[in-house]
C-alpha cells in the first residue's frame, strides 16, 4: 500500500478541520474547534487501481500570534490550501503559506478550496481574484465541509496529483 502525506494549511477558522472531518467520518458539526499543533487522520482510498493510505494533516491555523512551523511540512506528498469565501484575507494567506511552503519543500500538487460555498450570499472573495488566481496558475475548487459539496472532488483531485496521475 502506498502511504502519502497531506497538509492542510490554511487560516484560522476556514474550515480545515471541518473539511478533514466531513471527508474522512461524514461528519460536519457547527461547534469550533481549533486545532492546537497538528491533527493526523487517516483514511484509505482507492485511485486508478492503486490503493493509498491518506495521512492528513490538519495544521492550526495561521493568525498574527502563531506562525506555521515549516517542519510540520517535511515528508508532504500534497498540500490541500483552504480559505474562506465569506474572508477575503484569508485567501491573501493562502497564498502566503503556499509560497512559504513551496520555497521549504520544493515542487509539490497543491489546491486551493474555497471552503464554505452553503453561504454565496455571503461570499466576499470576488470573481475577478479567483479568475485572477486561476489564470497565475492555482487549481481553485468550491467546496462546504457543511454540506460536504465539492469535498470528495477536492481530496480525490489531490490524491490523483500525489499518486502522479495529472488528473
Known amino acids: 500500500m502506498i502511504q502519502k502525506k497531506l ?9 480545515k478541520t ?36 491518506l495521512l492528513l494533516w490538519d495544521l492550526y491555523g495561521e493568525d498574527e500570534f502563531q506562525r506555521l512551523q515549516t517542519s510540520y511540512l517535511r515528508g508532504s506528498a500534497g498540500l490541500l490550501i483552504v480559505a474562506d469565501g465569506t474572508r477575503p484575507a484569508t ?19 497543491y489546491l486551493l478550496i474555497l471552503n464554505k460555498s452553503d453561504l454565496l450570499s455571503e461570499w466576499e472573495v470576488r470573481p475577478e481574484r479567483i479568475d485572477e488566481l486561476s489564470r497565475s496558475g492555482w487549481e481553485i475548487l468550491r467546496a462546504s465541509a457543511k454540506t460536504g459539496e465539492g469535498v470528495e472532488d477536492a481530496f480525490s483531485t489531490i490524491t490523483a496529483r500525489m499518486l502522479g496521475d495529472g488528473r
Do not use: N
Open 7 to 15: 497538509c492542510m494549511l490554511g487560516a484560522f477558522a476556514v474550515g
Open 18 to 53: 471541518s473539511l478533514v472531518r466531513r471527508y474522512v467520518h461524514s461528519m460536519f458539526t457547527d461547534k469550533y474547534l481549533t486545532t492546537v499543533g497538528v491533527k493526523i487522520d487517516k483514511k484509505d482510498v482507492q485511485h486508478a487501481g492503486k490503493t493509498a493510505s
Open 91 to 109: 485567501v491573501d494567506k493562502a497564498i502566503e503559506l503556499r509560497d512559504r511552503a513551496l520555497s521549504a519543500l520544493g515542487p509539490l500538487p
